[in-house]
């Protein structure tokens, strides 16, 4: 069975310009929630999705914004990027909204430069 | 806000003795946990679970445990292997609010 997947494996961006990340959950996942992981710390929350609507978010600027598609297939939007948002984007998925296990997808390496 | 952390930034353990990694969570309402394994270059991998009203769950090779009284939760790795070589993180949930993960530890397995 496929696992979380997500697309582009890498990316590179300039200051300033927009990025759309793209994640597709465990079949049968409804809830899709976007992590940015800084390297050498842990995931930071930033949304969660579920049945299409945002249920969570995390403290990030508003540059950052999200969506779920009715297959439960979501995207991460980040506009005006700064250099600091050079990080390694997760996407994970669970059944339900809260209290499930939840899998992560390999990630989307950005950088911007 | 509240934060889960690790003690040990690092552990290096010889190949097939029993690796043990802590973590200590801040949020005294939290009611489920998850350990993390991630190598280098990879999304974090599931392990094994754990929620509040239990205090041990044994999964292949793993255990993890649960003090809620003092709000410490454990990893143990029996006959540690090659393998294991990764940075394993701990996270915390509190029912309807998100995962809180702490930095992580990197575990090295020496031959």
Known sequence: DAGVTQSPTHLIKTRGQHVTLRCSPISGHKSVSWYQQVLGQGPQFIFQYYEKEERGRGNFPDRFSARQFPNYSSELNVNALLLGDSALYLCASSFGQVNYEQYFGPGTRLTVT | ?111
Not at chain 2, 36 to 64: A, C, L
């Open chain 2, 1 to 111: 806000g509240e934060s889960v952390g690790l003690h040990l930034p690092t552990l290096s353990v010889q190949e097939g003795d029993n690796s043990i990694i802590n973590c200590a969570y801040s949020n005294s309402a939290s009611d489920y946990f998850i350990w993390y394994k991630q190598e280098s270059g990879k999304g974090p991998q599931f392990i094994i679970d754990i929620r509040s009203n239990m205090d041990k769950r044994q999964g292949q090779r793993v255990t993890v445990l649960l003090n809620k009284t003092v709000k410490h939760l454990s990893l143990q790795i029996a006959a540690t292997q090659p393998g294991d070589s990764a940075v394993y993180f701990c996270a915390e949930n509190s029912y309807g609010q998100n995962f809180v993960f702490g930095p992580g530890t990197r575990l090295s397995v020496l031959p």
